[in-house]
Each structure stands twice: as structure tokens, then as C-alpha cells.
């Protein structure tokens, strides 16, 4: 069973184009971008197609209640939220449907194996924000979001933006490693207190996944060569996992590496005072390398790869003597 990493879990920096007085030169860039982004989008809608194949799927949008009414279900079966805290309902879902914004399912015959929901984002027609996405089948989840990849394209989007939670490792391969988007903000308790199985009432820190559409290394990861970062020799462990504790240490290097948790869910219940512990040892380290402007190349052997921003100071992470939890 997987959780898609969207809830609880793509809003991007701006991007901007200039503006001329020419009307033919208007007219000349107009023609080459939407034939460029024909072109990437039929080469998306390939790819999204493999995978649905492969994973043994079919992918369609959704407009009817009793299609909303099955994601309600199977989001259940994966984050068990109480009553009241759903990832989504069915009264949104129409709404953002029957406004044309995404709304997809993943589908093994007539039985519904995973789903995804998404708004447009700021800036209008450039970006769309997936708001939620899981799936019980293996393979289904990569397949929706080729979907939605292709499905943006096709209406001249550049990028999907979603958070996740940094602690949890196999959300972050999936998303760095396997689709080839990046962190671009930490956000501190994003969703506020969270009641589900998953999250399990642990503070709710987010990443904003920033995933750039066309992008060589989201081309080439959408065509099954996942990205993996390059990592020098010289790299600093920014936090290392001891004993299933993280320790935290001086960030001196130019390429940090921040580890996390192998298995963050189980360990909110296992030991609650580990998990979080690792929850505000990310949250000082990687919150604090981004927020002084470090950026994250990527996702590799269980750590972030971060590549400090040029000039910074060296300095020592908070509690680099060790981070431990009640």
C-alpha cells in the first residue's frame, strides 16, 4: 500500500516572461512555445501511457459522485483519517472537477486502485498544485502522476507542485528519485495538528516539491532512468542516523547530507520520542540549510543531498552534540 505523498503531505516561484510592443514577434515566440509544448506533450502522454501498461492500470478523470465516493474509500484504506479530518471530500471533488481542474483515477478493471486530485496554482496558467495522491497497487501511484504530468502539459502548464513529509524516506525517493521534482521551501507545521494512522498526531513539517515538467532530468525519470544526484567524496553529514537516533553535526562542506528515518510511520509508534526527535532534527538542519538559501540537488541512500548556498558562513547545527527525544 502506498501513500502518494500529496496529503499531508506541488505554491512555486514565479516565472516570468517579458512583454513586446511587435505584434509579429508576439505572434512568432506564441507559435514556437505552443508547438513546443505539443511536442512535450505528446511525448508525456507516451510515457504516461508505459506506465499505466506497466503497472497494469487504466487512468481516466472523474466527474460522477459514486467515482468520488470510491476515492473517498480507498484514501480511507490508506490513511485511516478520522471522520472529520478526510484528505478530501466528495462535495470538493465535484467542485474541482466540474471546474476543470484534475480529478483522475487509477483503475484495475472496474476496481479503483488509486486516485489523485489537483487545483490550478498562481501563477494563473502556469502551474497546478496536486493537492492529494494515493494507491493500494504498486506502480499505479508513478502511473497517475505521468498522467498528471501529461495532462498539465497538454494545457501549457511547466509545473506540479505538491508537499510531502521530509521525514518520510520513501515518499522523498519516490519524488526525487522516481519523478525528478525538488524541495524548494521547508514548511514548519504546514497542515497543522493532522489525526490519521499515518501521520499519527506528529508535527506536520512539509517540503514543497517543485516538479519542473520538462526538465531533463523529469524527462529522463519519467522514461524509468531515475535521478540520482551526484554526491562528492568531500560531502558532510549534516545528520546521521545512530542507533535509529539522529544525530546532528557542524555544517561546514559545500554538500550537506541530511538522513532521515528509515521507517518514520512505524516509528511514531514504536517510540514516539525518536520520531520526534528526527522531527525537529530535520526541521534545524534541512529547514535551516534552505532557509538560508541552500538548495537540494536530489535524494540518494537515504539522505537529501544539499548544496549550501555560495558564501555562506560555516556553521554548527543546533544540538551538534546529538539529538534525542523524550
Not at 539522529?246 to 520520542?273: F, M, N, Q, S, Y
Amino acid at each position: 500500500m502506498t501513500g502518494g505523498g500529496d496529503h499531508g503531505a506541488p505554491a512555486p516561484a514565479a516565472e516570468t516572461t517579458g512583454t513586446t510592443a511587435d505584434t509579429a514577434v508576439d505572434t512568432v515566440v506564441d507559435t514556437v512555445v505552443d508547438t513546443a509544448a505539443e511536442t512535450t506533450g505528446t511525448a508525456a502522454d507516451t510515457a504516461a501511457a508505459e506506465a499505466a501498461a506497466r503497472s497494469g492500470v487504466r487512468i481516466r478523470e472523474l466527474h460522477d459522485i459514486p467515482d468520488f465516493e470510491r476515492v473517498v474509500r480507498v484514501f480511507d484504506e490508506i490513511w485511516h483519517p478520522e471522520p472529520h479530518n478526510p484528505p478530501i471530500t466528495v462535495e470538493l471533488m465535484r467542485a474541482l472537477s466540474h471546474a476543470g481542474n484534475y480529478v483522475a483515477g487509477a483503475f484495475d478493471g472496474d476496481t479503483l486502485v488509486g486516485a489523485s486530485v489537483g487545483f490550478f496554482a498562481a501563477p494563473a496558467g502556469e502551474a497546478l498544485h496536486s493537492h492529494v495522491t494515493g494507491a493500494v497497487r504498486r506502480g499505479a501511484g508513478f502511473a497517475l502522476k505521468l498522467h498528471q504530468r501529461a495532462w498539465a502539459l497538454r494545457r501549457g502548464l511547466r509545473r506540479i507542485t505538491w508537499t510531502f513529509d521530509p521525514l518520510v524516506r520513501r515518499n522523498a525517493h519516490f519524488n526525487l528519485a522516481k519523478l525528478g521534482a525538488l524541495p524548494e521551501e521547508y514548511l514548519p507545521e504546514f497542515y497543522g495538528p493532522m489525526a490519521d494512522a499515518v501521520n499519527a498526531d506528529d508535527e506536520s513539517d512539509r517540503v514543497l516539491a517543485v516538479w519542473r515538467l520538462d526538465a531533463p532530468r523529469v524527462v529522463r525519470a519519467c522514461g524509468f532512468a531515475p535521478y540520482l544526484p551526484e554526491v562528492p567524496g568531500d560531502a558532510v553529514r549534516g545528520i546521521s542516523d545512530e542507533g535509529g537516533r539522529p544525530i546532528a553535526r557542524a555544517v561546514d562542506g559545500r554538500v550537506i547530507l541530511v538522513a532521515v528515518p528509515e521507517d518514520v510511520e512505524t516509528l511514531r509508534h514504536a517510540d514516539p520520542g525518536a520520531a520526534k526527535a528526527w522531527r525537529h532534527a530535520v526541521r534545524e538542519v534541512l529547514g535551516g540549510l534552505m532557509d538560508g538559501g541552500a538548495r537540494v540537488t536530489g535524494f540518494a541512500g537515504g539522505h537529501y543531498v544539499v548544496l549550501t548556498a555560495p558564501g555562506r558562513p560555516p556553521g554548527v547545527t543546533p544540538g551538534s552534540a546529538g539529538v534525542g527525544g523524550a
